[in-house]
């Protein structure tokens, strides 16, 4: 065992007697040492109910006969995070999630792992760590929130966040007074777990689950649902089983598996930031993901679920409804069913059990809200390596649209034009140097875009940036605009007026000028000066790669 480094020898009489001091006894020194990698946090509502999670993991490596040791990693919460400094550190914290768990995973010697895990970037980067380490690993995330309910005299209305992210902007527009936005802002959230709809957490906990590296249910059960502790038990027993057969992640993460979960993405409707995710991911595997293989996936898959923000359903509903089981079970023709999971089955197996319980939260491929898939990727002139964008959230008329660019050189100024009101319809606004080394940190611009869709703008008015949105995105936003202005790309010279063209459909993105003329402005621009000169910031300004490559540390 890889724990013989820290127990076993009469050299090892030291770490012995450090491991009775928290407790081990005698006994335990001959059994497997599982790592339970816990971001729980106090200040994050997704993460706030993880400690009983990790209790039940720690009581299924228990009865398998393991030696389980709880360790914490950092957590972000992105919500009370955004619009404001504090979300340059959202996306970096991935970085230093997967760099802290291979550290104190190596410095104590586990044998296996299970990572507890629920919200935006802690997902991704305990999956990088997985794949890096390559030791017998699981996932199992602490389960959505359910959605808000919200009484008025038309009945029962279902909210969540980004319900009070869109409300500020009918404040500001005038339809919606203050205290009913305070009524809103007091039940949208109505406790623990990842926010409600099919934002970036739920996304990527879906995605967990059609890779492999979650057991059935792993995305989808509530956290409140006794469930989300039976299968946090069963994630400890299954760890112990994957490590008796030697079954680790880089078995599991495959150029197949993440196919799988690239698939099932599409046809909910996921977060634009999943493509960032399941790149870096990728990288860290060793698999090879180019950009070009998102358009291929979405051109061949359906459109099967409208969940918030894109409808009125909610993780609840697609759990009712038969999961990601049930998803897959639809999909089956465009997936690699022999790909391995952590249940030890295939997903053929998987799969072949599942039911459909409401076939109005789950379509068939014959009554899909669309043949193709949610996200796309958009390239031209003005992303040369790429822009993604939610397709399933951008209404009929934004799919082509062509307007003069309003430029802001930060989310704030163009927060303040937007709530000033001096956005024309029609407009294409610009927010740049918001990228992964301009920012520093690739900050998530849902306030702006909840602004313009609260204001009932979204179906006018388009916005694009170097920087990121969230899962709770909706309209024509355009994000991970690469290469980022403050790497020279062709955002960085856009003007006023200029003309940008966004066609959906055909997967572009371009301004009218001519490449002598973009050439020529790019040469002119002054050299990009960092925005933060300390801290790890600026670190990760200096080694942060662009977000067409998943935004990862360049080696």
């Given amino acids: 065992m890889k724990s013989d480094v820290v127990k076993k020898g009469i050299e090892r009489a030291p770490h012995r007697s450090l491991l009775y001091a928290v407790g081990c006894a005698q006994a335990e020194m001959d059994k497997p040492f599982i790592g339970v990698i816990n971001s729980f946090s106090e200040v994050i509502p997704g993460h706030i109910h993880l400690r009983g999670i990790a209790e039940a993991v720690k009581a299924g490596v228990r009865s398998e006969g393991g030696v389980p040791f709880e360790v914490n990693t950092i957590a972000v919460c992105d919500g009370i995070a955004m619009n404001h400094p504090g979300m340059k550190y959202s996306l970096p914290s991935r970085e230093l999630i997967a760099d802290s768990v291979e550290i104190v995973a190596e410095a104590h010697g586990f044998d296996a792992l299970v990572f507890v895990t629920n919200c935006d970037k802690i997902i991704p980067g305990m999956l990088m760590a997985a794949v890096r380490l390559n030791l017998p690993a699981i996932v199992v995330s602490g389960g959505p ?4 309910r919200l009484g008025s005299n038309n009945g029962i209305k279902h909210v969540d966040l980004s319900s009070v992210f869109e409300a500020v902007g009918k404040v500001a527009r005038g339809k919606m007074s203050r205290e009913e936005l305070e009524q809103l802002e007091e039940v949208a959230c109505p406790g623990c777990g990842s926010c409600a709809g099919m934002f970036t957490a739920n996304t990527m906990n879906c995605a967990t689950e059609a890779m492999g590296m979650g057991l059935a249910g792993n995305g989808t059960i509530p956290a409140i649902d006794a469930r989300r502790l039976q299968l946090a038990k069963k994630a400890g027993q299954q760890v112990m089983k994957l490590l008796a057969n030697d079954i680790r992640p880089r078995h599991i993460v495959t150029k197949d598996s993440i196919h799988n979960a690239l698939t099932v993405d599409m046809a909910l409707g996921g977060s634009t930031n999943s493509i960032l995710h399941l790149m870096a991911i990728a990288h860290e595997a060793g698999v090879d993901f180019p950009l070009s293989r998102v358009n291929e996936v979405s051109q061949r898959t359906p459109h099967l679920c409208k969940l918030s923000p894109d409808g009125d359903y909610h993780l609840e509903d697609l759990d009712g409804a038969g999961g990601i089981p049930a998803v ?25 059990d599942s039911q459909f319980v409401d076939r109005e939260v789950i379509h068939s491929v014959t009554n899909a809200y669309s043949a193709t898939g949610g996200i796309v990727m958009l390239f031209g002139n003005l992303a040369p390596e790429g822009g993604v964008v939610k397709r399933s959230a951008v209404v009929p008329e934004m799919m082509v649209h062509q307007g003069p660019a309003r430029v802001f050189d930060s989310e704030e100024e163009a927060t303040t034009a937007i709530m000033g009101g001096s956005i024309e319809p029609g407009a294409v606004v610009v927010i740049r140097y918001e990228g992964p080394k301009g920012g520093p940190g690739m900050r998530e611009m849902l306030t702006p875009t909840s602004l313009l869709s609260g204001m009932g703008m979204d179906k006018e008015v388009a916005l694009i940036t170097d920087g990121r949105f969230s899962g ?22 856009l003007k006023n007026g200029d003309i940008i063209k966004i066609d959906i459909p055909n997967c572009k993105l371009e301004v009218e000028l001519s490449g002598k003329e973009i050439s020529e402005c790019l040469a002119g621009l002054a050299e990009f000066e960092p925005k933060v000169k300390t801290g790890y910031l600026k670190y990760y300004a200096e080694k942060v790669c662009s977000a067409s490559t998943g935004a990862v540390f360049s080696q």
């Fill in 328 to 352: 897959m079970k639809e999909l089956q023709v465009l997936l690699n069913l022999e790909a391995k999971t952590v249940s030890g089955k295939s997903v053929a197996e998987i799969i072949k």
């Fill in 472 to 493: 709770a995105t909706r309209g024509a936003a355009i994000g991970h605009v690469s290469p980022e202005a403050a790497s020279r790309g062709p955002i960085a010279v």
């Fill in 145 to 148: 929130m359910l959605a808000g």
